[in-house]
């Protein structure tokens, strides 16, 4: 027999800048811990597409290892492939060595954020106004939904799509335009002012995360969001200084902008003396609960930043483990009780590992049957702005989803995020059968039976 | 990288989708479950059916390049890790049920078929496949066969070799043979089907398989017994055998395990005890209820501090807790984890642990015990760092020892994770040298270029453990 030709790493004369920059960045103790066992691949939604081991977690991770090992280069398809990851982390539960799949995806794409030569110069200076000019800043957040709102007011809306002008977008963006819900000028500050007592005994005081796009597109559910929690025995105090969570920027490679953010919020919600930081949104939720994550490196705010990431819940999570519940009826259904599904938000059920609490809420309520829709903890494509991103896997991932979702003979289809309120919407629009997509928290309030 | 002639052949059969040999994909097709093992292909092909299979293998043939078929690369013993270059062949295009037939309780699969997925189909239909590999959410029914997995059940249902009673293979040569049948009976020549069954890629391809269903026992019933006296749980297990009863689950672990799972999970278990059982029967439920009570007797009377039965389903999954996190908790110890399978004869469960955890001490590595005891079939399991030379050596000289332990007395040196690379320098002390040499001849006869699955199963010399510090 031959001797086996055990392949070592040849060592490349020359690293590229951007091999350098990944070798720096990726944190090599989490590479070493992906013991390749592979059982993350069944939890990975593009690997279940694509059926290719590259398309999975093992693969991508095996990928990044491989270039801070010096085995290959880092090439257009590895940035390709780095891109195509959703980010849902279904990956992480699913792994007994605990690899922080997640952070190594932010890292991975942080340094390819600084040397890619794929964006156009304006992709890059739209990124850059986005990022730093308005995210961050809550009254430009508003100003914009102020021109969205006039945009769709004012009859500019039905003018470009009475014109056609939309047909000059691609087809995936004209779509999201359609189904972008009404936006506001005013958050939910402008609307309902900072502190809310409790009704009956105080259980404790919470500060509510009202988030930059969510206050501005779903200004309602933050509004709902406050009541609930005021009706369920909790005082709400929603503290001015808070900003953007900063998941846009560490989703997209820029790691500093998200700890700026994180200081400011962890300041924000230290001094508004709450006990918990209670979010609506999945996705800022899960960046919130990584603050400790993002600022481990820094001494002055290591300790603060684990106290917050600790006090971070769920609205539902809350209701459930401390609140008293209220009463919820559904006053509409006839004879037939009125059937509800729901699609998990990855980042709630994978980062924040709450999954059986808005279940526990949606079974509560009177008049409603609720069944659970298959493979609710795959991802619907939404997953930040990958629908926007990358449209064609995206489009596969809510086309499987909706398949699922008209099995269910469901009459709503219930979600705790934003983005995944719009992709479910956005497939209610392509492939559905007329069906009503809420937030849990708009769901339950109207249906919220005052205590007299 | 493969020469020109070759490589236009197998994109004319496959097309681009079907044949690939860009870096990215080389390099996921590198390395499976084995720690420290990592070896580029020069491509990667994905058949579809048996017919492309066979052409694949004319043209591999024809070129004289080596090849080396897979499901999901989750073998823990450098089974799939392409050591001497060549084309790996993923076959999880061929996912396919074929057939349930409800008459002879047989199903007809391809191998890319996942496990799982096979299981809660035979399942649906009021049927039941025994073989339940840890690995199975992921791992293929096709990998299964080429390593004989085993698992849980392995005691009372036995392993995948019990299951499989027809194949179809691709040779070396591209030739497509059939092996048994929809047959309990069959004794037509010599058993090809069991030859290939655990025969780890390496003397043919499988490209379909037909397999034995059960049906389901009605009831099962759990419970969990805890020992401060080591030989006590060792007794126990060969006293509930002795009296007849065959569980469906017996597993054990060691003190080191019972430590690291309770810092891990939380679960109250006293840290004082030598060992823990977790006992599982199943079958007619009056059946059930007798072997319960009767191995429950047994425990007492050996000793146990503690034995707790599961009064429901709930309860159930909480005393399995502690067995079910053993892999999760040891793999988050430390960077790398390496899982052996060392089995000897149940009797000699209780000697074995013993002789572990001395090599472990003599060598000073951290070595957590944990496993099927019913069937001998013992993991223990290395907690270590791939970056530290020094240490990784002791790892492995550790493992020598306990490979040569566990052959003194009686045993093997694998029970169900394969030969592979890993082990290949060890096997030739549990078959001898007269052994290797048929093996070898076998392996001529299917294969006389050495093309499936190169450098598997034969080293070179004898006791020498074969890793790279890099993967």
Redesign the interface.
């Known amino acids: ?9 040849e060592p490349l004369t020359r690293l590229n800048p951007l091999a350098q920059k990944l070798k720096l960045r990726l944190d090599e ?1 989490q590479l ?2 992906c ?5 993350c ?2 939890a990975c939604p593009t690997f279940r597409v694509r ?4 398309e999975s977690p093992r ?1 991508r991770i ?2 990044m290892k ?1 270039v801070a ?1 010096g ?3 880092p ?1 257009e ?2 940035e390709a ?1 780095m891109n195509h990851c959703l980010g849902c982390r279904a990956c992480e539960p699913a792994c ?3 690899v922080k799949y997640g952070q190594l995806i932010e890292q991975a794409r942080d340094a390819i954020e600084d040397h890619t030569t794929s964006h156009r110069w304006w992709v890059k200076g739209l990124r850059r106004t986005m990022l730093r000019g308005v995210f961050p800043k809550q009254k430009r957040m508003q100003m914009l939904g102020r021109a969205i709102a006039l945009y769709q007011r004012t009859g500019l809306q039905r003018l470009a799509r009475g014109s056609g002008m939309l047909k000059l977008f691609p087809a995936h963006l004209a779509d999201m335009e359609a189904i972008l819900p009404p936006a506001s000028g005013q958050g939910v500050i402008e609307r309902i002012g900072v502190r809310h007592p409790a009704k009956g005994e105080r259980i404790a005081t919470v500060g509510l995360f009202r988030g930059c796009i969510m206050d501005v597109m779903f200004t309602e559910t933050n509004v709902n969001t406050v009541e609930l929690l005021t009706e369920a025995g909790f005082e709400v105090v929603i503290p001015e200084a808070q900003n953007c969570c900063g998941a846009l920027h560490a989703h997209s490679g820029e790691a500093d902008d998200a700890r700026r953010l994180a200081r400011s919020n962890i300041a924000a919600f230290r001094a508004a003396g709450v006990e918990h930081i209670v979010t609506n949104a999945g996705g800022c939720g899960a960046t919130l609960v990584d603050y400790d994550h993002l600022l481990h490196a820094d001494e002055e705010w290591r300790e603060e930043a684990r106290w917050f990431a600790e006090h971070v819940i769920d609205i539902s999570e809350l209701l459930v483990r401390r609140g008293r519940l209220p009463h919820f009826c559904d006053t509409a259904a006839g004879s037939e009780p009125t059937c509800i599904t729901y699609q998990d938000s990855c980042h709630l059920r994978n980062v924040m590992r709450t999954s059986d609490a808005p279940r526990r809420l949606m079974r509560s309520v009177e008049g409603t049957a609720y069944v659970e829709l298959p493979e609710a903890d795959r991802c619907c494509g939404s997953a930040g702005i990958y629908n926007i991103t990358q449209p064609e896997m995206a489009g596969q991932l809510l086309e499987d989803k909706m398949g699922l979702v008209n099995g269910t003979g469901a009459s709503y289809v219930l979600t705790s995020n934003p983005g995944c309120l719009l992709q479910m919407k956005l497939g209610e629009h392509r492939h559905g059968e007329g069906r009503q997509v809420e937030h849990i928290v708009d769901f339950l309030h109207k249906r919220l039976v005052p205590r007299t | 990288m493969l020469n020109e002639e070759a490589k236009a052949a197998l994109t004319a059969l496959l097309g681009n989708e079907g044949y690939r040999d860009d870096k990215e994909t080389r390099v996921t097709h590198s390395y499976d479950g084995t720690p420290m093992l990592q070896a580029l292909p020069d491509a990667v092909v994905y058949p579809s059916d048996t017919q492309q299979v066979s052409e694949i293998m004319k043209v591999l043939n024809a070129h004289r390049i080596p090849l080396v078929s897979r499901g999901s690369g989750t073998n823990l013993c450098g089974g799939t890790v392409p050591v001497e270059g060549g084309v790996v062949m993923v076959m999880h295009r061929m996912n396919r049920i074929l057939e349930v037939d409800l008459e002879n309780l047989t199903a007809t699969v391809q191998p890319g078929l996942i496990t799982k997925q096979f299981i809660s189909h035979v399942e649906s239909l009021g049927l039941f496949y025994p073989p339940d590999p840890s690995s199975m959410a992921i791992s293929t029914i096709g990998g299964n066969i080429a390593e004989c997995s085993g698992g849980l059940r392995g005691l009372k249902y036995g392993t995948t070799k019990d299951y499989v009673i027809g194949l179809e293979a691709v040779l070396a040569s591209g030739e497509i043979i059939r092996t048994g049948g929809k047959l309990m009976k069959d004794v037509a020549g010599y058993d090809l089907t069991k030859l290939l069954v655990g025969s780890e890629g390496t003397l043919a391809i499988i490209t379909e398989a037909t397999l034995k269903l059960i049906p389901p026992p009605k009831a099962k019933k759990t419970m969990l017994a805890m020992y401060s006296d080591l030989y006590g749980a060792a007794r126990t297990v060969s006293k509930i055998i002795e009296s007849r009863i065959i569980p469906a689950t017996l597993e054990f672990l060691d003190n080191p395990t019972i430590r690291v799972v309770d810092d891990f999970a939380k679960l109250g278990l006293p840290l004082d005890m030598a060992a823990i059982l977790l006992i599982e029967q199943d079958g007619e439920p009056e059946l059930v209820e007798r072997d319960i009570a009767r191995i429950e007797e047994i425990c007492r009377s050996e000793q146990a501090d503690r034995v707790e039965v599961a009064e429901d389903a709930a309860q159930a999954l909480k005393l399995l807790t502690a067995r079910r996190s053993a892999f999760t908790a040891l793999a988050r110890l430390r960077p790398t984890t390496i899982l052996e399978d060392a089995t000897v004869p149940r009797s000699k469960i209780a000697d074995m642990v013993l002789e572990i955890n001395r090599i472990a001490a003599k060598h000073n590595v951290n070595i957590c015990t944990f496993g099927h005891a019913g069937d001998g079939n013992l993991h223990p399991t290395a907690t270590t760092d791939a970056r530290d030379a020094e240490e990784i050596h002791r790892v492995e000289e550790a493992f020598a020892e306990i490979f040569e332990a566990a052959i003194a007395l009686g045993g093997t040196i694998t029970g169900e994770h394969g030969v592979g690379i890993v082990k290949a320098p060890y096997l030739e002390w549990k078959v001898g040298a007269a052994g290797i040499a048929l093996m070898q001849g076998i392996k001529a006869t299917f294969d006389p270029h050495h093309l499936l699955n190169p450098g598997k199963l034969f080293a070179k010399s004898a006791r020498r453990r074969v890793v790279i510090d890099r993967g």
């Open positions: 027999m031959a001797e086996p030709k055990l392949q070592t790493a103790d070493t811990n013991m390749r066992c592979g059982f691949l069944p059926g290719i081991e590259a693969g095996a990928l491989a090992d085995v290959m280069d090439d398809a590895f492939q007994p060595a605990d």
